[in-house]
C-alpha cells in the first residue's frame, strides 16, 4: 500500500511539473508570436503605404488595363525574376566566378566550367518553354482572374491575407507538382517526357524549366497557376507567387548549396542518381 501510494505521489508530482513546463513554453511562445507579429505589422503599416500608392501609379500608368496589368504581374515580373537571377547563376556556371558562389558547388569537378553547347541548348528550350508553353496557358488563366473580379482591384490585399494566400499556393503546388513528378517518373512516360530533364546529371538554375513541353504543361506551370486560379487572387500576388516559385525552383536546380538558401542538395541527388 506504501508503495502504491509512493507511485501516486510520485505520478502527480510529474503531471504538475509537466503542467508547469508546458504551459511556461505556451505562454512564452504565445508572448513571442504576438510580438513577432506585432513588429510584421508594424513594418507592413510603415511599408503598405508605399506599395498601395506605388500600386496605383502603376495601375494609372497603364490606365487600368486589366490585360495589361496581367501581363505585366504575371509574365514581365516573373521572367525578370528568373533570368535575373539565372544571369548571376550562369555566369558563375561559366567563369567559375565569384568564388563566393562556386566554392559552394554541390558536385565537385561538375559545370566546373558548364559545356557552353548544352548551356545554349538548354536555354532556348527554356525560352521556348516559357513564350510557347507558359505564356499560352496564362491566356484563359485571364478569364479565369477576370471572372472572379478581384484581381484587377485598386486596393491591394492586406499582408495577412497575402499570407494566407501563399500558404495556400505553397500545398496546392506541392501536391500536384509531387503527383504530376511520380506520374512522369513511370518508365513508359520517363522515357518520351521525363528524361530530357535529366539529361542534367549535374543540373544548373535554367535547367529547372529545361522540359519537354508537355511535362513543362503538367509539372511546372499547372500546380503553379492553380492556387491563385482557385482563390481569385490579386495580380499583385499572383506576380510575387509566380516569382518566388520560379526562383525557388532555380535554387532546387542550382547546382549550389548556397549560404542562407534552401539546401538544393536532395534534389541534385535525385539528377544525380
Known sequence: MAAHQDQEEKLWVAVKMSAIVLGSALLIFTALVNSVSWYVQKIWDTSGYFWQ??????????????????????????????????GILMVADVTGKPTFITRYRIQLGKNDPVDTQKLRQAIHTALFNQFFVSFPMLVPMFYVMKWWGNTFSKELPTFLWFLVELSIFTLIEEILFYYSHRLVHLPLLYKH????????????????????????????????????????????????????????????????HLPFLPSPEFHDFHHLK
Open 53 to 86: 500608392t506605388t500600386w496605383l501609379k502603376l495601375y494609372d500608368l497603364l490606365e487600368g488595363r486589366e490585360w495589361s496589368l496581367f501581363l505585366f504581374g504575371a509574365v514581365l515580373v516573373p521572367s525578370l525574376a528568373f533570368w535575373c537571377f539565372n
Open 193 to 256: 517526357i521525363h528524361k530530357k530533364h535529366h539529361e542534367w546529371t549535374a543540373p544548373i538554375g535554367v535547367v529547372s524549366i529545361y522540359a519537354h513541353p508537355l511535362e513543362h504543361i503538367l509539372s511546372n506551370t499547372l500546380p503553379v497557376m492553380t492556387g491563385p486560379m482557385l482563390m481569385g487572387s490579386h495580380v499583385v500576388v499572383i506576380a510575387a507567387w509566380f516569382s518566388l516559385a520560379l526562383v525557388t525552383t532555380s535554387i532546387s536546380h542550382c547546382g549550389y
